[in-house]
């Protein structure tokens, strides 16, 4: 039986040449992520975006509906809040450290230095800036 062909060939991206076409964002706030700073689209995964982001400061609040979101710390260190019944338990990472954040959950970074982190994020995206309830 024949294989399906493939709808697109492969091809190697670097994640080195990616965070050096990012200009950090030194001030992130849950109401202000950098008008284009501070993150990149590096490419396409299935559902998914695979994502770049180098950044100092704290997230909104997100949620992914569609699957889990992969977050891996690439530089430096973050602590990565997930929302669990109500209660926000925080999750202290640094270079080279990986967490699955689980479909629907919401969550959200503080990162009081800069932090380069490569995510796999399903989309779409929810957003809040207040706490979710």
Do not use: C
Request: no cysteine; net charge negative; aromatic share 8%.
């Amino acid at each position: 039986m024949p294989s399906k062909p493939i709808a697109r060939p492969a091809k190697p991206v670097s994640i080195t040449e990616g965070f050096n076409k990012i200009k950090a964002l030194m001030n992130r706030t849950p109401t202000y992520n950098g008008d284009g700073d501070g993150f990149l689209s590096l490419a396409d995964y299935r559902d998914s975006g695979i994502f770049l982001a180098h950044y100092a400061g704290n997230s909104e609040w997100e949620r992914h509906a569609k699957g889990d979101e992969m977050v891996m710390v690439v530089e430096g260190e973050t602590t990565l809040i997930l929302l669990h019944n109500g209660e926000e338990i925080g999750h202290p990472m640094s270079q080279g450290m990986l967490l699955v954040v689980p479909q629907n959950m919401w969550h959200r970074f503080e990162s009081p230095q800069l932090v380069k982190i490569m995510t796999i994020t399903p989309q779409p995206t929810d957003h809040s800036v207040k706490k979710p309830f």
